[in-house]
């Protein structure tokens, strides 16, 4: 189809530039103890989602692809849906039909991973919960009873643990489900030896992103690889030693943040090192935290770090998480095909455009942006700019670079060269995660604080600035339950705020969103402020004219 956009019969768009802001995490729930986002003092804020041009939208479940309202929306599949402008069946709705249908289990990867394992072990890998973010366990035991029928006698699964996206200390409740079923399944065939052979918490080793931390990947590699990490009989042993440590130094650590352990025989030796031959499937099928450790697994050139002795073995993917370089080669689950994304169109236009984040969410305003798309659509159009994040815990450091992003993003606006720029504010998402209020609520500040300084200068440049976020987080920073107050660190299932800032509105538009809308619907109403009408195929804009 064509990429060519019509003019807006009616409205030529403001002479300065449009400048979209997403706040990552910063939900839309009543006011409470619990919401970082009503407790903190945000003034400019709390002025603009209380205008007239203020909508609030859907962000998790069948508004951003995803299989039901119990879903919580992310960040990956949050800006699929604003770049995209259109729904697209994301990766647990993926894999859940791939299972239901039995097709994964047709594709030629599965049947050469069983042919692997048949001779040696399956290594199955994977984020360890019921989230459903990166990975969801019912996956996992579906491939394990496959794996069973299909003739193999010998698993590992090399577990990492959660607390992010489900409650902080839960690891024992999912370790004893997994062991249940691998029980089932050993005992129906004295020949099989399917067990948990290592783990540690998603924080600590393996689920790095971004390059942020690839030093997080090499203890998750050498742990699940050759059985580097502390000795314990079980799993159920690692957890409860280790909440036992953090309990008496009074620290309360939650399971992202427990180190990496390693199941080990009687005479000490890792249960399911990994050799020549052998298969590993990482079972996650969000991308953002996979690509590293599949290249780590699969590259033959790879020199971020040593390797050690490196065994030939058979790896694959849930999907393909980075399909321009893609990593990995092997998969299950064909992912999305999202195509006529936003900036595609706008580079048909020739409309100078930028993205500034720092590296926890610069993919997000790039890559997920752009349809799962790696580099620029158009180089000579596109200017991409990432801070580097610090590789500390974000609640020591509230404002990460919050005030670094929005200093580049003024001096981008300033420069005149561009008529679109977007970024992405991680606070509210990451220090969110860390379950510590105190300091999501002085992030809010923080984003408060650079909103006024945005606002002023897209009013000096006679321009328009857009507010809204991807999913909440910051909004229900805990739980209180019989009077027991738990630290709250996974997404929410809150709406999102969506606000107009423009300082020449004289009436020409106001809001108009439909039922049911969602964050598929912000890429039709940029287009419109931009001076053109939406593709025909995208969801409707939040304003008429």
């Not at 807006?8 to 009543?30: E, K």
């Not at 079923?181 to 600590?204: H, P, T, Y």
């Not at 423009?502 to 009436?507: A, H, K």
Request: with cysteine; net charge negative.
């Amino acid at each position: 189809m064509s990429l060519e956009l019509s003019k807006h019969p009616s409205f030529a768009g403001r002479p300065g530039p449009l400048l979209l802001v997403i706040a990552d995490g910063v939900g839309v729930a009543p006011p409470a103890p619990s919401n970082a986002v009503t407790v903190a003092d945000t003034p400019t804020l709390d002025r603009l989602t209380n205008g007239e041009l203020y909508a609030e939208l859907a962000a998790h479940g069948p508004a951003v692809g995803l299989p039901s309202d119990d879903d919580m929306g992310n960040s990956e599949v949050g800006h699929n849906a604003l770049g995209a402008g259109r729904i697209f069946a994301q990766g647990a709705k993926l894999v859940n039909r791939a299972i239901g249908t039995g097709a994964i289990f047709q594709t030629d990867v599965w049947r050469e991973a069983i042919e692997h394992a048949r001779s040696g072990t399956l290594h199955l890998l994977g984020l360890h919960s019921d989230g459903n973010v990166h990975s969801h366990n019912e996956h996992l035991y579906a491939m394990l009873r496959r794996a069973a029928a299909d003739g193999v006698t010998s698993a590992a699964v090399h577990i990492l643990h959660d607390g992010r996206d489900v409650p902080a200390r839960s690891a024992l409740q999912y370790i004893a489900t997994t062991e249940a079923v691998l029980a089932e399944l050993n005992q129906a065939d004295a020949s099989r030896n399917f067990r948990i052979a290592s783990g540690g918490g998603r924080m600590k080793i393996t689920m790095d992103r971004y390059g942020a931390d690839w030093a997080m990947v090499e203890r998750g590699y050498h742990c699940h690889t050759d059985g580097r990490g502390r000795p314990f009989r079980s799993a159920t042993e690692a957890v409860e030693t280790m909440y036992g440590e953090a309990d008496a130094a009074g620290l309360g650590t939650g399971d992202q943040y427990l180190g990496e352990f390693v199941v080990v025989d009687h005479d000490g030796h890792p249960v399911g090192a990994m050799r020549d031959g052998d298969a590993v499937i990482l079972y996650n099928f969000r991308g953002d935290r996979s690509i590293e450790i599949s290249r780590a697994y699969e590259e033959s050139d790879f020199d971020v770090f040593d390797r050690g002795r490196n065994p030939d073995v058979y790896f694959a993917g849930m999907l393909q998480y980075d399909g321009d370089a893609l990593v990995p080669k092997r998969y299950l689950v064909e992912p999305p095909a999202i195509d006529r994304t936003v900036s595609e169109f706008l580079c048909a236009e020739g409309v100078h455009s930028f993205a500034v984040s720092e590296t926890q969410k610069f993919g997000h305003v790039t890559y997920f942006w752009n349809g799962n798309r790696s580099g620029y659509i158009d180089e000579t159009l596109e200017t991409y700019v990432e801070i580097k994040s610090d590789n500390v815990e974000f609640d020591t450091t509230p404002a990460m670079k919050v005030r670094e992003i929005t200093a580049e993003a003024v001096d981008l606006l300033r420069s005149g060269d561009y008529r679109f720029g977007r970024l992405n504010f991680p606070s509210g998402d990451m220090v969110g995660h860390t379950g510590n209020l105190a300091a999501t609520i002085e992030a809010m500040t923080v984003i408060d604080e650079c909103m006024t300084t945005l606002m002023n200068v897209i009013e000096e440049l006679d321009g328009v600035l857009v507010y809204t976020a991807d999913h909440g987080n910051a909004d229900i920073m805990y739980t209180d339950i019989d009077g027991v107050r738990a630290p709250k660190t996974s997404h929410t299932l809150s709406p999102v705020p969506f606000a107009i800032f423009d300082p020449n509105y004289d009436g020409e538009y106001h809001m108009a969103p439909s039922a049911g809308s969602g964050l598929a619907n912000v890429a039709a109403t940029l287009l419109n402020l931009l001076g053109f009408d939406a593709p025909d195929d995208y969801l409707p804009s939040l304003i008429e004219f």
